[in-house]
């Protein structure tokens, strides 16, 4: 008697389908991962910063000094010491490179742009300023707002998280027209909620959303050329000029 014998045969697109689904959950997980690490790393940066800030011998030097920018000179210091570890000396995938004069040029357009319309903005809105800068001389302001804050966050945001997040730039998103990568994103959006910290400044809770909006505007602005340039440099650019345009006209509010 001949038997048949039949063999159950996987179908081929069973097998495609089976093997796409665990490359998909591996793939987000690896995103997920990425995004949380970075956002730790932030983080971590912001709370050993105001530790070490906080170190008696340091905060009697501040008293003495007050034009001394500490704070912002330990973010820095640890933002860099990070950078330099992560890039294993690489330090050029991270952002610190010279920039081409072009896009010098598109950044200083930008943050002009951007910081005259946002400082106008808020000229129209019931925002507070700062008590602990209004007895700063402007030399403070130039040295503390301007330059320091500027170089010191940007290291921190568009320089470190950032530059961790680099791997994942080819997910994008369109926001006005704009492809905005999700680097671009995570690092605006840490950069503007890092200043809900102004709350333990008493500084009142509708100036402080203000901040954080504008402050993601601004990431946005920074990281985008940022990316295009490869250096860290457009996005001091623009979040310096923010800062300055920022300070003029809200002189005008006085």
């Known amino acids: 008697m001949n038997r048949t014998q039949v063999v159950s045969r996987p179908c081929p697109d069973t097998k495609i389908a089976s093997g796409v689904a665990p490359d998909v959950a591996r793939r987000k997980m690896k995103v997920t991962l990425r995004i949380f690490l970075s956002l730790f790393l932030g983080l971590f940066v912001l709370i050993l910063s ?8 340091l905060v009697l030097l501040r008293k003495s000094y007050s034009w001394l920018p500490l704070t912002h000179t330990v ?24 920039i081409e004069i072009k896009h010098l ?6 943050g002009s742009v ?7 903005l808020s000229l129209l809105l019931p925002v507070s300023g700062f008590d602990f800068m209004k007895e700063f001389s402007l030399l403070q302001v130039v040295i503390f707002v301007w330059v320091c804050a500027s170089i010191s966050e940007e290291f921190l945001t568009r320089g470190l998280v950032q530059g961790f997040l680099a791997p994942l730039t080819k997910y994008r ?24 910290g ?3 400044m008493h500084v009142d809770k509708f100036t402080v ?13 920074a990281g985008y050329y940022r990316e295009i340039s490869g250096s860290i440099i457009s996005a001091i650019v623009v979040h310096m000029l923010f800062n300055v345009w920022g300070t003029i006209l809200g002189s005008l509010r006085r």
Do not use: D
């Open 105 to 110: 040029k598109q950044s200083i357009l930008a």
């Open 114 to 120: 951007g910081g005259i319309i946002v400082g106008g």
């Open 209 to 221: 959303f203000a901040v954080v909006f504008f402050g993601i505007i601004l990431g946005i602005i």
């Open 50 to 57: 105001s530790m070490i800030s906080s170190i008696n011998v």
């Open 173 to 196: 998103f369109m926001i006005f027209n704009f492809h905005i990568s999700l680097p671009i994103l995570v690092g605006a959006l840490f950069f503007g909620f890092m200043h809900m």
């Open 198 to 200: 102004l709350l333990t």
């Open 75 to 98: 973010m820095l210091t640890i933002s860099f010491i990070l950078i330099y570890l992560l890039s294993k000396g690489k330090i050029s995938i991270y952002g610190l490179r010279m």
